[in-house]
C-alpha cells in the first residue's frame, strides 16, 4: 500500500500525540513531534536568557539550535544540540512560555522547513496546530482533534498524578485556556481546522475508539 502523510492538529490534550504515536507504530510510519521542537527552542531561548519577545535575538537562538529525534526502547528522545532535552522541554516554564516563542514569524519558517524536509517521502504521522494547512497541506489524510476543555484538563491532571506531580486542576485548565488562545489567535499559521480535516471530538472516547476512528478516515481515503 502506497505511503501517505497524515496531519494531526487540535488544542492542547486533545489526545493528538498519543493516537500519532500509536497510528505511526501500526502502521511502520514514521512519527514526528512538532510541538517537542517549538518546545525545544522555548527552551533554549530560557537557556540563554534571551528576552523572549526579543525577536532577533530569538532568531539567533533558533539558528544556534540543531534539533533532532532518536528512537530509544521508552519512546522517541528529543536533542537540542546533541543533549537530551527529553524531559526538560515538558517543564511549566517551556509550557508557559512556547506559545509566545511559536507565534514568531521566523521560528515558524525555520521549523515548518525541516518538519517538511522529514515529511517529504511520506509515511509520516505530524501532530500539532498547523501542520494539515501549512506543514503538510497536500497531506492524504487530516484529522482535528478536540474535547471539551474539562475533559483535556482531567487528562493533563490524571498524567500528572501517574507521573508523582501534584497540580491545581483549576490551575492546569486555566493554562490550557490561555494557551489554545494564544495558538488560535496569532496572526502566523494559527490554530485552525484545515477545510479538508474530519473533525473528531474525543470527548468521552478512549484512545483506542480514537485510534480506530482514525483508521476507519484512512481506509475510505484511500
Ligand atoms: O502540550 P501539548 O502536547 O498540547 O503541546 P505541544 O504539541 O507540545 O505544543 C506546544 C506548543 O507549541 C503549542 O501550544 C503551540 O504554541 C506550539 N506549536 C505550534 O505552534 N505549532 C505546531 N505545529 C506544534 C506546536
Ligand atoms: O498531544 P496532545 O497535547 O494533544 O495530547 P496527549 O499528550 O496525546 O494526551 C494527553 C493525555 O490524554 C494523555 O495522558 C493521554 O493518555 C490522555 N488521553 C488521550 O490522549 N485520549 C483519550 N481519548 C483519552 C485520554
Known amino acids: 500500500m502506497k505511503k501517505i ?12 500525540s498519543t493516537v ?7 502502521l511502520n510510519y514514521i512519527y514526528l513531534d512538532t510541538g ?10 530560557l537557556k540563554n536568557k534571551i528576552d523572549p519577545a526579543d525577536e532577533s535575538q530569538v532568531k539567533t537562538v533558533v539558528q544556534a539550535s540543531k534539533i533532532h529525534f532518536e528512537q530509544s526502547d521508552h519512546g522517541q528522545l528529543v536533542f537540542l544540540n546533541n543533549q ?10 517551556v509550557t508557559n512560555l512556547v506559545s509566545q516563542i511559536a507565534a514568531q514569524e521566523f521560528v515558524r519558517q525555520e521549523l ?3 518538519q517538511q ?6 509515511g509520516i504521522v505530524m501532530d500539532g496546530r498547523d501542520i494539515g494547512t501549512a506543514v503538510l497541506p497536500n497531506a492524504e489524510v487530516k484529522i482535528f482533534l478536540v474535547a471539551s476543555v474539562v475533559e483535556r484538563a ?11 506531580i501534584m497540580t491545581d486542576f483549576e ?15 496569532r496572526v502566523v499559521s494559527p490554530l485552525v481546522q484545515a477545510s479538508d480535516a474530519v473533525k473528531i471530538d474525543t470527548t468521552g472516547l478512549t484512545i483506542e475508539e480514537v485510534v480506530r476512528e482514525i483508521k476507519t478516515v484512512i481506509d475510505v481515503k484511500n
Open 36 to 45: 517537542a521542537m517549538y518546545r525545544a527552542i522555548t527552551l533554549a531561548t
Open 84 to 93: 537530551d532535552v527529553t524531559e526538560e522541554i515538558r517543564l511549566p516554564e
Open 171 to 185: 490551575t492546569l485548565k486555566k493554562e490550557i485556556e490561555e494557551r489554545d488562545y494564544k495558538d488560535s489567535t
Open 112 to 114: 515548518v522547513r525541516q
Open 20 to 26: 500519532a504515536k500509536i497510528l505511526a507504530k501500526q
Open 5 to 16: 502523510s497524515i496531519a494531526i492538529d487540535g488544542p492542547a490534550s486533545a489526545g493528538k
Open 117 to 122: 524536509s522529514f515529511g517529504a517521502e511520506g
Open 154 to 164: 482531567e487528562r493533563r491532571y490524571q498524567e500528572n498524578i501517574s507521573k508523582g
